[in-house]
């Protein structure tokens, strides 16, 4: 397929309505991935309409976690999806929120830009929102941009974006925009049927504010029949064809699939009147054949935090760890621990143990004492940014004899701050955009397991942190037997500790989650969940049958 040209990129719109966590982020992904199946370059993007500049500062509880892109970006979670369904990786440009929109215009109008003119919704915040959907076309060469619209139809805060998308569809036409709404047909059970009441309100909501969908994602529990479709159809103003089932599945990666069965990419190279190569499913198709078989053997993780309330928080670990069990053909269990009332009986049975990042010293004790549950009982242990420093903390107390060791971070008056903050840093006072964030090369030490684990000298992985571990101390750390598989180039930034003697014990001060693909697991999160396996493996295994006792020997 030849390369787009400026001007060739086609815009999806995708809405929502009836009620917020219908799954917008994984129907976009979904999209991405049939038409990057079909041969197409595709980037997504997510307009987020809170008054937040960004979620870098928002708590998990609320938010869920905080996707980081390569270029340093504190993101929403769906950026992940986005990222794990295509293969393509977002940026800065992929997320912004009402509150960066109008930051931007307001630090406009304080420099006098608007040259005294008046600063109104519309046009200066609208034309900032199409400004920034139109960039991503224009930054580089893709065939389609998939905006997907933050919260749902009717939502007050989301109408200066309904509104801007409006005026995308007349500046650019039907040939380059197309919209598409995610609804809900709920099933009564008293009733015995589906409703489609919802779908038609949430649609002439949409239709209110001048926007017409062409197209209709109908979630529900089991698939529409056609009376069911030709109702919607009818009174949403779209071809029946045009009402695509978007049924449960119990395997959000199968939600490309269903989409393929139901002609949801031929609908969309119809309506832009594009001709593409037949889809090549092949290896999405053969990575759910993995993931169902993989239900046999289960492998059960303890993730030890303080966010466990909420598993979102966690987004990207969680699939990570279920990318890594399908490549070993095992069925990941994640156990939710919280890391502030954690007692030994709540790691009984784990197969592994992951400290995930974080931030704050809430609930830092108990991931202190996971980590050294997992060290002494050898039991295959992963930590991640906060988990790496844990493990460094935890070493220092308990094999160097540091009493009182610590991160700065927790506790400023510790004997031993073995992790601390870059000298740089101590100056910095505000919370947002003041961290090491995005991707950094990472250099692996010959010799070392994870060396042997990325099998490169050289790796690139994305980073969220302020505090580093103590190079004044880190000799006596390596003395008594912590080794720095990682460190930055100039060696100076420990990235990777490893203990030798242990079936499984790593740690990183990057986030390799965000790299993990379901195709194509990353390497951490893979040989971590491979010993997980190993351990599994072997505590199943039913005891040796004892020798029959030899008969008497009689005269």
């Known amino acids: 397929m030849s390369q787009p040209k400026p001007g060739d990129t086609r815009f999806l719109f995708v809405t929502g309505g009836v009620v917020s966590s219908l799954g917008k982020g994984i129907a976009a992904a979904s999209i991405g991935r049939l038409l990057v199946s079909r041969g197409f370059r595709v980037q997504l993007q997510k307009l987020d309409p809170y008054i937040n500049v960004d979620p870098g500062t928002m708590s998990p509880f609320q938010?869920?976690?905080?996707?980081?892109?390569?270029?340093?970006?504190?993101?929403?979670?769906?950026?992940?999806?986005?990222?794990?369904?295509?293969?393509?990786?977002?940026?800065?440009?992929?997320?912004?929120?009402?509150g960066g929109v109008y930051n931007s215009v307001i630090r406009r109008e304080r420099r006098g830009d608007y040259l005294g003119a008046t600063v109104q919704v519309i046009p200066h915040i609208t034309d900032e929102i199409k400004n920034r959907i139109l960039i991503v076309a224009e930054?580089?060469?893709v065939d389609f941009v998939i905006t997907e619209i933050g919260g749902t139809v009717g939502d007050i805060e989301s109408l200066p974006f309904l509104e801007a998308i409006r005026q995308l569809y007349t500046d650019l036409g039907p040939e380059r925009c197309m919209f598409i709404h995610l609804t809900l047909v709920p099933y009564i059970g008293h009733a015995g049927e589906m409703k489609t009441k919802p779908t038609q309100h949430s649609v002439n909501e949409l239709r209110r504010i001048g926007v017409q969908p062409h197209a209709l994602l109908c979630r529900s529990e089991q698939g529409l029949d056609r009376d069911i479709r030709r109702k919607i159809a009818l009174f949403a103003s779209v071809p029946e064809e045009a009402v695509v089932s978007a049924r449960d599945v119990d395997n959000t990666y199968?939600?490309?699939l269903v989409f393929r069965a139901e002609g949801m990419d031929d609908l969309i190279l119809d309506h832009?009147?594009?001709?593409?190569?037949?889809?090549?499913?092949?290896?999405?198709?053969?990575?759910?054949?993995?993931?169902d078989a993989s239900r046999e053997h289960k492998v059960k993780i303890a993730l030890v935090g303080k966010y466990v309330q909420l598993e979102d928080a966690y987004k990207s670990v969680i699939e990570a760890l279920a990318h890594g069990g399908w490549h070993h053909g095992v069925d990941v269990e994640v156990e939710l621990v919280s890391s502030e009332d954690l007692s030994e009986e709540g790691l009984e049975g784990a197969d592994g143990i992951l400290i995930p990042g974080g931030f704050g010293e809430r609930?830092?004790?108990?991931?202190?004492?996971?980590?050294?549950?997992?060290?002494?009982?050898?039991?295959?242990?992963?930590?991640?940014?906060?988990?790496?420093?844990?493990?460094v903390v935890e070493f220092a107390r308990h094999v160097c004899g540091m009493?009182?060791?610590?991160?700065?971070?927790?506790?400023?008056?510790?004997p031993f701050p073995v992790v601390d903050l870059l000298p740089e840093q101590k100056e910095v006072s505000d919370l947002g955009g003041t961290m090491r964030l995005g991707a950094d090369p990472v250099k692996l030490h010959e010799g070392t397991r994870a060396r042997e684990i990325f099998d490169e000298a050289v790796i690139y992985k994305r980073h969220r942190h302020r505090y580093e571990v103590n190079n004044q101390l880190r000799r006596r750390l390596e003395d008594e037997g912590l080794v720095c598989g990682g460190t930055s180039p100039d060696e100076r930034l420990v990235e990777i500790v490893e203990l030798p003697d242990h079936p499984f014990f790593v740690a990183s001060q990057f986030h390799p989650e965000f790299n993990s693909r379901p195709t194509r697991p990353e390497p951490l999160f893979r040989d971590f969940v491979g010993a997980a396996?190993?351990?599994?493996?072997?505590?199943?295994?039913?005891?040796?049958?004892?020798?029959?006792?030899?008969?008497e020997r009689t005269a």
């Open 363 to 391: 609930g830092i004790e108990g991931k202190v004492e996971a980590a050294r549950i997992a060290r002494e009982r050898e039991i295959p242990y992963l930590g991640i940014c906060l988990g790496m420093q844990i493990a």
């Open 533 to 551: 396996a190993e351990r599994a493996a072997a505590r199943t295994e039913p005891e040796p049958a004892e020798p029959a006792p030899a008969p």
């Open 254 to 256: 199968k939600v490309p």
């Open 63 to 98: 938010h869920g976690e905080v996707f980081v892109t390569e270029d340093g970006a504190e993101t929403d979670l769906d950026l992940g999806h986005y990222e794990r369904f295509t293969d393509e990786n977002t940026s800065r440009a992929s997320n912004f929120t009402a």
């Open 272 to 291: 832009f009147k594009i001709e593409a190569d037949t889809p090549a499913l092949g290896d999405w198709e053969e990575l759910i054949k993995r993931a």
């Open 403 to 414: 009493e009182g060791a610590n991160s700065a971070e927790f506790d400023p008056e510790t």
């Open 139 to 141: 930054s580089q060469a």
